[in-house]
């Protein structure tokens, strides 16, 4: 492990910030219901941080203890040259400064780059995936391919790269799959991560009525299957089940349930430069500024200080009849899941 070169980064408590996801684009090929609205308003294309100023923002947080990074979007291949990113980012698991270069995907585009990918060092990679029913993946993603996401992910595996299914649990959609979602993914060797919905932006459904506590699919699947608890850990906010009746990992993210933010380790970049201390709260920092004020890092790193300050211990994420509203305005999208 390459020596710090700055003082790590630690909140008020006591967490150190090991984990920096970057939203490069908030734009996407997909519409996914519980994400966007169908008629999204993207960011002007001029608001955006450079590649060159991500790698540099990003970099920063590596000489500060950040030791995994993630690229997410939207979803990030759409971004034009994203590669090149990839490309530069490497140096920093080639010099050991970093563990680890992944991105979260929703397949598309997983073909034409998968190869690439893993030449540049990733090698685990998040897709996302509701349904392997190609009717309601269309339905749910507005404009996706299922034949195309598959595709995506057989070429991932193929060029190496470990794939973990993402799937969000939506209540009267895909309910009834998960079980086959879970056997599926651990018949291919893959793990699953179920997800309860988020109350981020304004989308056409009311969160109440596409939420499906976790708490119930894991009682679920407990009525069929062994699950031991696994101390496995991607140093995200899943926690881990051994499924002993088919050696498969599945992880539960359940910001609702039971929320993750005791061991929180992690802060969200996006594409204009706005760091989000919390995923469920509003108070953000602006590190776009302190990039172009000066070719210095004094003025970021001064920036990063200031933010991680003032990170809370957690969210406040609720969704019943009385909150029909989202808990923050920013779609996923916005932020990067």
Same mark, same amino acid.
């Given at each position: ?47 955006? $941080? &450079? =590649?060159? /100023? ?7 947080? %590596? ?5 995994? @990074?993630? #690229? ?106 998960i079980e086959e ?10 793990? $699953? &991560? =179920?997800? /309860? ?7 056409? %459904?009311g969160r109440i009525?596409?939420? @499906?506590? #976790? ?78 004020s000066s070719q ?42």
């Open positions: 492990m390459k020596p710090l070169t700055r003082p790590p980064l630690v909140d008020p408590f006591g967490r150190k910030i090991s984990y920096l996801r970057i939203s490069v684009t908030d734009r996407c090929d997909f519409r996914c219901v519980y994400c966007m609205a169908e008629n999204m308003q993207f960011l002007p294309r001029k608001e955006l $941080l &450079t =590649l060159e /100023e991500l790698d540099r923002i990003a970099t920063a947080f %590596v000489a500060r203890g950040t030791r995994k @990074l993630r #690229l997410t979007g939207g979803e990030p291949l759409v971004r034009r040259d994203i590669m090149s990113l990839f490309r530069s980012l490497s140096r920093h698991l080639t010099s050991g400064a970093l563990d680890e270069l992944t991105l979260t995907t929703n397949g598309s585009l997983l073909s034409r780059y998968a190869d690439e990918l893993a030449g540049y060092g990733v090698r685990r990679i998040n897709v996302s995936l509701d349904t392997l029913d190609a009717d309601k993946f269309r339905e749910i993603t507005r404009r996706g391919d299922l034949k195309v996401v598959l595709a995506g992910i057989e070429a991932a595996r193929k060029a190496g790269m470990r794939v973990k299914i993402n799937a969000v649990a939506l209540k009267g959609v895909n309910d009834d799959e979602l879970m056997l599926w993914s651990h018949g291919l060797g893959m793990d $699953l &991560t =179920l997800i /309860e919905v988020m109350p981020m932006g304004e989308i056409e %459904v009525d596409q939420y @499906l506590p #976790l708490s119930v699919v894991r009682g679920r699947l407990m009525d069929k299957y062994t699950l031991v608890d696994d101390p496995y850990r991607t140093g995200g906010p899943a926690r881990y089940v051994r499924v002993k009746e088919t050696g498969g990992l599945v992880g539960f993210i359940t910001p609702l349930t039971h929320n993750f933010c005791e061991s929180c380790n992690r802060v969200r970049l996006t594409c204009t430069g706005t760091l989000y201390m919390c995923l469920g709260q509003e108070d953000a920092a602006d590190l776009r500024a302190a990039v172009r210095d890092d004094a003025l970021l790193y001064r920036a990063m200080d200031e933010a991680i300050a003032r990170k809370p211990k957690g969210h406040d994420f609720i969704i019943d009849r009385r909150h029909s509203r989202p808990a923050v305005g920013r779609h996923m999208s916005v932020t990067g899941g």
